[in-house]
């Protein structure tokens, strides 16, 4: 378990700064204008406030260039988190067993897997979103490039309804302080994954309107 979990954040490192690697200083030339992109952009998401929470810190490093990028930061945002909420999962789980609470621990054991399919969801999604840009982001639309785009939305999506299935396991009422925090944290990865696929949307739209308008010709 502790080599799976080193192989996680070695995989989440690797991306992450992949991602960074990929920045050219246009859009992020002044912080202030970065903002005020960051803000219009988590506008258009189910928790601008969220949103632009977790961005703020990319934005004061001059990190964020463009729709293209901020899809990716927000991806590793969700990874990042659906990661530190899988590692809390895992301990509270083994907390659980020990003190043989088999109800609670079963519940929590349904939360691990469904977060840690979270984890594998978002990694592939943040991998083919890379392959997708390696590729130019392609100004030709073709299946290829609708390929990858489906591909990013349905990986996104479904790391989306694991996280709320871990979410709906506590109802909300009568819950002990561990299976509090364990609806916050999953929520939260939830949240930051809705946004996410928010801004992934923002970006594609201008290929799916591309591909629209190519199909409506004679």
Avoid at 2 to 16: E, K, M, P, S
Avoid at 50 to 60: A, S
Avoid at 80 to 86: H, M, N
Wanted: with cysteine; hydrophobic share 40%.
């Amino acid at each position: 378990m502790a080599q799976l979990n080193l192989t996680l954040l070695v995989t989440f490192i690797f991306l992450f700064f992949s991602i960074l690697a990929h920045v050219e200083p246009s859009l992020a030339k002044h912080d202030s204008q970065t903002m005020t992109y960051v803000e219009s952009s988590c506008n258009g998401t189910l928790y601008p406030d969220l949103c632009i929470r977790c961005l703020q810190k990319f934005v004061n490093n001059s990190t964020i260039d463009g729709p293209q990028h901020l899809a990716h930061v927000a991806l590793s945002v969700s990874l990042s988190r659906a990661l530190q909420t899988r590692w809390y999962l895992l301990k509270v789980a083994k907390e659980l067993k020990e003190i043989k609470n088999k109800r609670e621990y079963l519940t929590v054991e349904d939360c691990v897997n469904q977060i840690t399919d979270s984890v594998d969801q978002l990694s592939q999604a943040i991998k083919e979103l890379r392959r997708f840009n390696d590729q130019g982001g392609s100004n030709t639309i073709n299946d290829d490039v609708l390929w990858h785009i489906s591909n990013v939305e349905t990986w996104v999506s479904t790391a989306l309804t694991d996280a709320s299935s871990c979410v709906y396991s506590f109802p909300g009422h009568r819950m002990s302080k561990r299976a509090a925090s364990i609806r916050v944290k999953a929520k939260n990865v939830a949240e930051v994954t809705s946004n996410a696929l928010a801004l992934f949307h923002r970006y594609a739209s201008k290929y799916m309107q591309e591909a629209a308008r190519t199909t409506k010709k004679p």
